[in-house]
C-alpha cells in the first residue's frame, strides 16, 4: 500500500488542461522534495519534475508541479495525444527512511 | 549521456534468489549519486526496493528488508540486487536508476528487465 494517493485516472480533451494530485503527510511530501515521473505504455519511467516544480533540460513548460503542505500537482496544460500515459508522483519518507511512489494516474485524452 | 542497463535472469524459481545486475556507461559510479532499484508488478505501480551510495549507506524499502541487498562494484562500475526467497508475487519488471541523493529524484532510468517467479 502506497502511502502516496493519486487519482486512479483524469482525461480531457486535446488542447485542455488536466492536474494530478498526490497526497501523503508530514513524513513525506510535507518535508521532502516531490518529483514526478512519466511513463509512456511499456516504456521505463522518465523523470517530468524534481524538487516540486523544476523541469529536467527537453521536458516542455507544458507540464508544470507544484507544492502546498502534504499535497503535491501536476499539471499539463495544451494536452496531446503523446501525453496519454500513467504518471507518478514519488519522494522521500523520513519515517519509512525510503523513497515512496505514488499509486499512478492514468491520463488519456478524449 | 548517462545509460543504465539491466541483466540477470528472466525467469526464476519459487523459494530461489533473484539475482540482477544493473552496468552504467558514460558516469563513474565512484565519482557519487545514489543508485537503486524499482520494480512493478504486471498492471500494477512501481514500488521502490532499495538504494545505496558507492561507498556503503544503504537503504532498503521495509517489507523486503529481510530478503534484500543491493551492492556496487566500482571497478566494473556495476550495482547489483540480490532478492532471496522469491514468490509469485515478486514477478515484475525491474528497474535500475540513479538518484541525485537519498531524499532526491531518480533522474536516469534502466530501459527495465521482466523477471518472473515460476517453476
Known amino acids: 500500500q502506497s502511502v502516496l494517493t493519486q487519482p486512479p485516472s483524469v482525461s480531457a480533451a486535446p488542447g485542455q488542461k488536466v492536474t494530478i494530485s498526490c497526497s501523503g503527510s508530514s513524513s513525506n511530501i510535507g518535508n521532502n522534495y516531490v518529483s514526478w515521473y512519466q511513463q509512456l505504455p511499456g516504456i521505463a519511467p522518465k523523470l517530468l519534475i524534481y524538487?516540486?516544480?523544476k523541469r529536467p533540460s527537453g521536458i516542455p513548460d507544458r507540464f508544470s508541479g507544484s507544492k502546498s503542505g502534504t499535497s503535491a500537482t501536476l499539471g499539463i496544460t495544451g494536452l496531446q495525444t503523446g501525453d496519454e500515459a500513467d504518471y507518478y508522483c514519488?519522494?522521500?519518507?523520513?519515517?519509512?527512511?525510503?523513497?515512496?511512489f505514488g499509486t499512478g494516474t492514468t491520463v488519456t485524452v478524449l | 549521456q548517462v545509460q543504465l542497463q539491466e541483466s540477470g535472469p528472466g525467469l526464476v524459481k519459487p523459494s530461489e534468489t533473484l539475482s540482477l545486475t544493473c552496468t552504467v556507461s558514460g558516469y563513474s559510479i565512484s565519482s557519487g549519486y545514489f543508485w537503486g532499484w524499482i520494480r512493478q508488478p504486471p498492471g500494477k505501480g512501481l514500488e521502490w526496493i532499495a538504494s545505496m551510495y558507492h561507498s556503503g549507506s544503504t537503504y532498503y524499502d521495509l517489507s523486503l528488508k529481510s530478503r534484500v541487498t543491493i551492492s556496487v562494484d566500482t571497478s566494473k562500475n556495476q550495482f547489483s540486487l540480490k532478492l532471496n526467497s522469491v514468490t509469485a508475487a515478486d514477478t515484475a519488471v525491474y528497474y535500475c536508476?540513479?538518484?541525485?541523493?537519498?531524499?532526491?529524484?531518480?533522474?536516469?532510468w534502466g530501459q527495465g528487465t521482466l523477471v518472473t517467479v515460476s517453476s
Open positions: 536508476a540513479r538518484k541525485k541523493s537519498a531524499y532526491y529524484h531518480f533522474d536516469y
Open positions: 524538487e516540486n516544480a
Open positions: 514519488a519522494t522521500w519518507d523520513s519515517s519509512l527512511s525510503g523513497s515512496v
